[in-house]
């Protein structure tokens, strides 16, 4: 699925913004429905409340909104202007609703999704008012369930006034939900660029560059003979020059060869870091009529693994990163691009060049952002805490992959993808499923190897067989051992050599870390304190540089990046804390000691050069320059 980009053939309007929103009573989810709420206006229906678009419902209001149950209401009007009647198509492209979306258009069912953080759309050409407004309605449901991804629990529990439904769930973020991305209309012509498939290749030395690429159209050919359209495409630099351009063969696939070509490397791998070509894809009929063009951003790369190494570009990858979340005070998971651009700032501050998007995929606007920057996406489905498998949870699990790979595959950061977080690999079918996850994420894409972030104990592991590289979880001093300083090393050193043993292949530890109250200082470190976070990473980096001499071992990512919201219970306080950055973005003690780290690792693998205000100073320690 094409991100909406305007061009010479297309138009984007935006439907963000404020919305009028409904709760449903919870004991009666499916009221609306019965009573055709999205026949008219919300409003005829009952009292509406202003709810922005996009973000998360739960923490807009000061009552209980938060913990509602089951389904909600929004809808806005919007004119379609009169241009749009003649010779187009128009398309409702919603960026992700959580969790299950139902979707009318001036009364008119258009659209039904479920899986949240994926986009979706439909065509409204027949069903839109053109010069005139139009109602755009959508009913959002939040329930997880045993065959939802992830999965939950709905019980019927007592409470003061009789009975209540309560949504429970294993995974460890707030089931945030509603519009949380960009609602966009654009239009295309009839017949359209649907598909744009690129993979890219580099010569031994990288000087020589390949695209290729394969496009698929949708709508009928221009006229009875014509059924040879063709493809027109042109590759141009970052400085709007082009430098290599062809015609697809009938099955609208070809290739571009680029001379000196400017891989695309990985932050503080290169001086020139996310280098990004622009290729324009141009539609024609076989009288030449242009049809359609699009234009995305491609980066020349190459991704090899072993069972021991990961390389790009043929050089050997180390990744220094973060678990994250998409969370942020009052706007929970909806897209915000001031605390996207601030999160780039950090991450590039503190020298990482890599992240997982634990545990659901992040917004298109942050992917993009990534192959800006050079920052590595391990890319991840929403499947966590998988358990009790079953048919229908297979189903949605792979569907969320599929959905997932077709929205981010041209992305030159994604480097590898993670089918799941801590399922629960140790129970029986658990192998049988993530071979079939496994096999289709392989059969959709060949260029990128597959992980999965494992906590159960490696002697009771049933998945990474199927896996290419092995991601654990573990939190020595923490959950385990708490407040134990003094074992963490071996454990950590002790447990990456027996997941090697066990799979012979590469190793990253995914998640570590500790949960810190921000200002709390206790010396000697005491658990939350910013001292003990502090001292929990440093045993862990003395893990890691026994480790990086073993050959395998090619990545650590810290859990979390910044502190988020989660469900309520007496473990977390406000949410979890393991962030090395508050959840307003700002470091703690233990930010400044992953900096140091992060860019000391750098300079030693890629030869980056520090930045100036890595090391305060404290004494001229022997080297004083003769100034
Ligand atoms: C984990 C999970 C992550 C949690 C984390 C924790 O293993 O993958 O979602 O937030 O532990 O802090 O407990």
Not at 271 to 278: A, D, F, K, R, S
Not at 280 to 298: G, Q
Not at 600 to 606: M, P
Request: proline share 4%; aromatic share 12%.
């Amino acid at each position: 699925m094409l991100y909406p980009r305007e061009s010479e053939t297309r138009e984007v309007r935006s439907l963000d913004g404020i919305w009028n929103f409904v709760r449903s009573d919870q004991a009666n989810p499916t009221q609306g429905v019965r009573e055709e709420w999205y026949s008219k206006d919300l409003s005829k229906s009952g009292p509406t409340i202003p709810m922005p678009v996009p973000a998360s419902y739960n923490d807009i209001t000061t009552d209980n909104l938060r913990d509602h149950v089951g389904t909600v209401w929004y809808d806005r009007k919007f004119f379609a202007p009169r241009s749009w009647a003649v010779d187009q198509r128009v398309w409702l492209r919603f960026g992700s609703v959580h969790y299950e979306a139902y979707v009318w258009v001036n009364g008119q069912k258009v659209v039904k999704h479920e899986i949240g953080h994926l986009p979706f759309e439909a065509e409204v050409t027949h069903l839109l008012k053109y010069g005139a407004e139009n109602r755009v309605t959508v009913m959002c449901d939040n329930a997880l369930i045993q065959t939802t991804v992830p999965q939950g629990r709905i019980t019927e529990l007592p409470n003061d006034e009789g009975m209540t439904i309560v949504q429970s769930y294993t995974f460890d973020f707030f089931n945030y939900a509603g519009i949380h991305r960009s609602v966009h209309l654009y239009t295309t012509p009839k017949t359209f660029i649907e598909e744009v498939v690129v993979t890219t290749n580099l010569s031994k030395d990288n000087v020589g560059g390949e695209v290729l690429y394969s496009v698929k159209f949708n709508g009928s050919a221009i006229n009875e003979a014509d059924n040879a359209l063709y493809v027109r495409a042109q590759l141009y630099d970052r400085e709007g020059k082009l430098v290599a351009n062809g015609t697809s063969d009938a099955q609208l696939s070809g290739s571009l060869q680029v001379d000196n070509v400017n891989p695309w490397w990985p932050y503080l791998m290169h001086p020139e870091p996310g280098y990004l070509y622009q290729l324009e894809v141009k539609l024609h009929a076989s009288n030449d009529e242009l049809l359609d063009v699009y234009r995305l951003k491609v980066g020349l790369r190459t991704l090899s693994w072993s069972n021991a190494t990961f390389q790009i570009n043929g050089r050997p990858v180390y990744f220094r990163g973060f678990g994250r979340h998409e969370d942020a005070d009052v706007r929970g998971k909806g897209l915000d691009n001031a605390l996207m651009v601030r999160d780039f700032n950090l991450l590039k501050w503190i020298g990482a060049n890599a992240y997982r998007t634990s545990h659901y995929p992040y917004s298109e606007e942050s992917m993009q952002f990534a192959d800006e920057h050079g920052i590595m996406i391990v890319d991840e489905c929403p499947s966590v805490d998988a358990e009790n498998y079953n048919q229908e949870l297979l189903g949605k699990h792979k569907s969320s992959l599929e959905q997932l790979i077709h929205r981010d595959r041209n992305h030159p950061s994604v480097v590898m993808w993670s089918i799941a977080n801590e399922p629960r690999t140790r129970e029986m079918n658990a192998d049988s499923y993530f071979q079939l996850v496994a096999n289709l994420t392989r059969s959709l894409d060949k260029t990128r190897p597959i992980t999965a972030a494992i906590a159960t104990p490696w002697t009771d592991d049933k998945a990474g067989r199927f896996l290419d590289i092995i991601s654990f979880n573990r939190y020595n001093a923490w959950y385990s051992n708490t407040g134990r300083l003094d074992m963490v090393t071996k454990k950590v050193v002790e447990e990456a050599v027996a997941w090697n043993k066990k799979y012979n292949k590469p190793v990253i530890m995914a998640e570590y870390g500790a949960d810190t109250l921000e200002g709390l200082h206790l010396q000697p470190a005491y658990v939350w304190s910013e001292e003990f976070q502090t001292e929990v990473f440093a045993r862990h980096f003395k893990a890691f540089d026994i480790l990086r001499k073993k050959g395998w071992f090619i990545g650590e990512f810290v859990w979390n990046f910044a502190d988020f919201k989660t469900a309520q219970s007496y473990t977390r306080v406000g949410g979890n804390k393991k962030g090395v950055f508050t959840r307003a973005r700002q470091p703690k003690a233990s930010a400044h000691l992953l900096r140091k780290r992060y860019f000391a690792l750098a300079r030693e693998l890629d030869d980056s050069s520090f930045p100036e205000d890595l090391f305060t100073y404290i004494a001229d320690m022997g080297k004083t320059e003769n100034a």
